[in-house]
């Protein structure tokens, strides 16, 4: 008899926890995330001089697509980026969290940085407009 006393206490107990665990996690997941910055590549190329040490010649750039992600804690977006100077590629992994660079590191395997296709990162040039004549 004690046992069936000690079970039902236990499930007095637990039962608000498994009200919990049944909650629809994906409308939690949704309020917290973070939107994908409106233009990241003018946000690294506006921060390039703070984002790496004086030591870091950058030389070129080429920066990869955003993609989510989901290994490093406090940033949702993350793009790669390669730096070519003097004929030696470096790559590196910048996570954002909305429309802030959150960390910045020499890429590592879990980055997955190798397998990204790049294009040129640039400052956008205006073109001057033309003079209306009279």
């Known amino acids: ?18 009200a919990l665990l049944t909650a629809p996690v994906s409308d939690l997941a949704a309020q917290d995330e973070a939107k994908p910055p409106k233009d990241y590549r003018k946000l690294v190329l506006a921060n390039a001089p703070a984002l790496f040490k004086s030591s870091v010649e950058r030389g070129t750039m080429d920066i990869s697509d955003l993609r989510p992600v989901l290994h490093y804690q406090g940033a949702e977006w993350m793009a790669c980026l390669m730096t070519d100077t003097a004929g030696k590629p470096r790559k590196w992994a910048i996570y954002f969290h909305g429309e802030t660079i959150v960390h910045v590191r020499e890429a590592l395997a879990i980055d997955r940085c190798g397998a990204e296709v790049y294009v040129p990162l640039k400052a956008e040039t205006r073109k001057p407009r033309a003079a209306n004549k009279p």
């Open 1 to 18: 008899m004690t046992s069936r006393k000690t079970i039902r206490s236990m499930m007095r107990t637990m039962l608000p926890f498994a």
